[in-house]
């Protein structure tokens, strides 16, 4: 195996910002490269995240350690064309990134290993589908089978809402190929949480809580985003919880792909609905890499050196690391956003209120050697954003910017971070965000 002195990050987004921030206080890696990177990312290359030979020979040629953000590449397989290559690569293959890129799969994998899911049924013919939601007495969610960036979930109120949703993906197959076949299944009050593991396709280990806020408007409100801020830690979720979540969720994950020859190897997702008259655990979804914005507090509070962990599980020895250690402090990521997003908005306004330069955000970067680690409270992770020609940052996406801090409290995380959004725009006020990103935390 190489050094791992020089590692590449594919993908563009805040996650990915997050992650190689985050690598690049390991000791040893002396450079962090991105595919194809952000406005905010130091050193981009120009290949994009689904040109998966070319990034090949790339990380081949320059001795790199890869590690995939996005499910994209990962559906496509990625982590297949480096290993036939011989290349090392953080990521699961095709296969078990199916608890991902296919919901039917997943579901029935959870039933097969007894991991608590919300009743369901399959269909790929519009009028069986509305039989369906006739005779049962639950509210309905549908979700489309494969990948839809996030907008293949439709939570339904009643019966219209149901058969309205039916149409949209079975009907109009408005995600082509991914909403062939859909998911009908039971609604479970009550609140999510975001858990995510390193995991080696052996042994597993599991991160501290965090809540992603989806719907685009304050109060849960408006259509579903790939996600518009979150917090961590979840303070209604006890360690006994956590413990509960990990021996029924993750070990059967691990045991199962493992034992159906499809070891897990990467970062997995559970996004989990906590039932509110219960208080019991369901898994709503698996994804088979790091949460987006999940990805930026976590990072922000982790205490352990990642890279570490991730090289362990390159040379499957999880399970000798111990527990990952976390900062005993709050943190929030109050995601800004293009104006419109997540249906029509404008792009190319340039951004105003970011006190450096973008390449000065680059030297921000730990300084390594010192004996105390590094104390940024406030980090700016981009994730649509880019340099335009004349090398200013001007906003590319629909997400655009991560603001991401750190506190004592969840009430001192969430002022450091709508302190900074205030002092940032774009256009003629172009850009919108939520302003309660950590309350549910408050109400606890
Ligand atoms: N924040 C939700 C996701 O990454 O899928």
Redesign the pocket.
Known sequence: MHDCENVLIVGSGGREHALGWKISQNKNVKKVIYADGNGGTHQNIQILPTELDKLAKYAEENELFTVVGPEVPLSLGIVDTFNSYDLPIFGPTKSAARLETSKEFSKHFMNSQSIPTSEFKVFTDAGKAADYIERINYTAVIKADGLAA?KGVFVSSNKTEAMDAIDILLNKKIFGPASEKIIVEKKIIGEEVSLMAICDGESFVIMDTCR?HKRVFDDDLGPNT??MGSYSPVPEISENDLNYISDKVFKPVINGMQAEGNPFHGFLYAGIMIEKHTGKPFVLEF?ARM????CQPLMMRMQSDLFEYIIAAENKSLDSMQPLVWKDMFSTCVIMTSKGYPDKYETGYAIRGLSKPPDKYETAYPIRGLSKPPDNEIMIFHSGTKLNQANELVTSGGRVLGITSLGKSINEAMNKSYEKVREISWGDNQQHYRTDIGRKGLEV
């Open positions: 996030g992603d790939g996600g994804n949460g987006d914005p999940e």
